[in-house]
């Protein structure tokens, strides 16, 4: 693979565009008018081969593989306090999907460098995006990159690839085609062949900025705080270049014992079905710990501007 296509910037234009949806879940409300200013963004997400090339030149060791103290994790099992992550595994047959522990297992060994857990690599992997990756472990390569983590609305402005407004990165009809990687089939136990996994960077069609993987492959990190509603909507004004809330209102009130804050993941992933998580578009997002990586979180980076990339 190309390392130089993976990493290459894409401009996109200022904008004033409607972010967020009042159609589908609540998190996602309201639609608002936000502008945001030009920027690039790369066009494709971060790949093991490039993650890989950044651990060697800077020796830099993921929190998936760092050793856990006790004293964070108050009341966890101690088999659960080794370094891992957590790993999708498909279930033997149809389950209740109100119960997510059923299809994903708190993994030791699981890392970027193993994203199944011990015995499973990446070398035939190189060009699939980097999976396992905690918010500071993309900021650290984004940092050595010369780049930055996108905030949400520009994450969302360059899903959206000018469709003001869409349902999904292509337009308003969803036919169910080879259009991104998100689970085909049935969910969490038997997908369609050539789903229920992560593909290589850019195996779909590019939206119209020229951004592959904006719907499904992988979750991507922001560097905005989670509110369960977005932040700064209802003025009468669009705001301009939005940021989210505030880091005391990113923790999740359901786990009041973990304090961890929390911030925006966006563009769905390989494990979106229809009949569970219809979240592989624009203006869906959700929370995650910024402490956490799992096998279907990556990123990708912005930049000003494509000069001198």
Sequence with gaps: ?????????RQIPAQTFT?????????????????VDAFAIESRQVTNAEYERFVADTGYVTVAERPLDPADFPGAPAQN?????MVFARTSGPVDLRHLNLWWRWTP?????HPEGPGSAVAERADHPVVHIAHE??????????????????????ARGGLDGAEYTW????????????????????????????TAVGSHPPNAYGLFDMAGNVWEWTDDWYTARHSGAGGCCAPRNPRGGRVEQSYDPRQPQFRVPRKVIKG???????S???????????????????????????????TGD
């Design 1 to 9: 693979m190309d390392i130089s296509l993976a990493t290459a910037l």
């Design 19 to 35: 972010m967020g949806s009042d159609r589908h879940y609540p998190e996602e409300r309201p639609a608002h008018e936000v502008t």
């Design 81 to 85: 306090l080794q370094p891992g992550s």
């Design 109 to 113: 060994g699981a890392s970027w460098r």
């Design 137 to 158: 472990d993309a900021a650290a390569y984004a940092h050595w990159r010369g780049r930055r983590l996108p905030t949400e609305a520009q994450w969302e402005a360059a």
């Design 171 to 198: 337009g308003e009809d969803n036919d169910a085609g080879p259009r991104a990687n998100y689970w085909h089939g049935d969910f969490p136990w038997r997908p369609d062949t050539g789903y229920g996994h992560t």
């Design 268 to 274: 769905g992933s390989f494990l979106c079905a229809d």
């Design 276 to 306: 569970y998580c219809r979240r592989y578009r624009p203006a869906a997002r959700r929370p995650q710990m910024i402490d956490t990586g799992m096998s279907h979180i990556g990123f990708r980076c912005v930049g000003d501007s494509v």
